[in-house]
């Protein structure tokens, strides 16, 4: 083999000199369907069989290459903030080949829906208040459910949370994950309201299969529809640890034959050595209570400063005291 034929199939092994269609082969080739497959070698493949198609006058099969090259670097880096430009080059095409496979087709059209979802989803997460969540949590499930039982193509290969396998599971995920923020928008307004979308967001978890998910909320409905009243000012309150807390108290059994004998709620110091009190009365104990701690350790402070001050004014007199007589002692 002569020196231009050994750099000749040098250009070859790079991809250099080889026509859009050998380059968009060798993406399957060299990538898609080695074992394991080198999605990261297949996307720059089909970008650059892409690029020659465009070159060579092929505009179809230049989108084809293009959205190809869009969805496994998408697969490949896991990198969801490039959703929008993977729709983008999946938009101008109808079908595309599924991912993982030469031959066989899929539908752009649910794999737009399936990726719109997606993206619904990741703007919830990054969304700092409930109600923002909600919308697009309920976004992404409308998108979903319309997806119904069919196998969802790309949620699988990006490590998402929650079911990943057909899109209506997905969409009780989502109706799920958006009932539950809007439970924590309304919480403080009414445990109540909360309550119901609480429980209408676990029975979700529990269609979606998200069994850590629906006992958590569970968990949260016990707290949310919870009672007592409070000790202080006798007002009943919903929602533990939200509209009433268990401060710690000397709690003896006279107390319960007293509740008891005036048919008074139990439940107020139905935990031992604690008390059911109201946020209200408990947080105007707890302010009083800091404010006299932070008056206390002025008191303190004022007294020890001035302790302290008397003492280095002792220390300084005995300094002068010993010098004169360091002086008195050298003249003699
Ligand atoms: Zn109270």
Not at 196 to 201: A, G, H, I, N
Request: a negative charge; proline letters at 3%.
């Amino acid at each position: 083999m002569g020196f231009l034929d050994k750099v000749k199939g040098l250009g070859k092994e790079m991809g250099i000199g080889l026509s859009g269609q050998e380059q968009y082969q060798r993406a399957y080739e060299k990538g898609v369907l080695l074992q394991p497959p080198d999605y990261s070698a297949a996307a720059k493949n089909f970008a650059a069989a892409g690029e020659k198609f465009l070159k060579e006058g092929n505009g179809g099969m230049a989108c084809l290459a293009h959205a190809n090259a869009a969805l496994y670097e998408l697969v490949n880096g896991r990198d969801l903030s490039a959703i929008p430009e993977v729709i983008q080059a999946l938009e101008p095409i109808g079908e595309v080949p599924r991912i993982g496979s030469q031959d066989e087709m899929v539908q752009t059209a649910p794999l737009i829906a399936e990726l719109t979802a997606l993206l619904h989803e990741r703007q919830a997460e990054a969304c700092d208040s409930s109600a923002d969540k909600t919308t697009e949590y309920t976004k992404a499930a409308d998108v979903l459910m319309k997806l119904g039982n069919s196998t969802l193509e790309i949620a699988e290969r990006l490590n998402l949370k929650g079911p990943v396998d057909k899109g209506m599971m997905r969409a009780f995920y989502c109706m799920a994950l958006s009932d539950y923020h809007s439970a924590l928008a309304v919480v403080m307004t009414s445990p109540t309201q909360a309550h119901d979308l609480l429980q209408k967001s676990a029975a979700e978890f529990r269609q979606a299969l998200a069994t850590d998910w629906s006992e958590t909320v569970d968990g949260y409905i016990a707290q949310v529809s919870s009672k007592s009243h409070c000790w202080m000012c006798g007002r009943e309150m919903q929602g533990r640890d939200l509209f009433y807390m268990y401060y710690p108290a000397s709690t003896e059994e006279f107390h319960q034959r007293l509740l008891e004998n005036s048919n008074e709620d139990l439940r107020m110091i139905d935990r031992e050595g604690h008390v059911t009190i109201c946020t209200i009365c408990g947080s105007s104990i707890e302010n009083q209570a800091d404010r006299y701690a932070t008056m206390r350790a002025d008191e303190v402070r004022e007294w020890a400063t001035q302790v302290l001050q008397a003492h280095e004014e002792v220390l300084e007199n005995h300094n002068d005291r010993l010098r004169s007589l360091e002086r008195a002692a050298h003249t003699h």
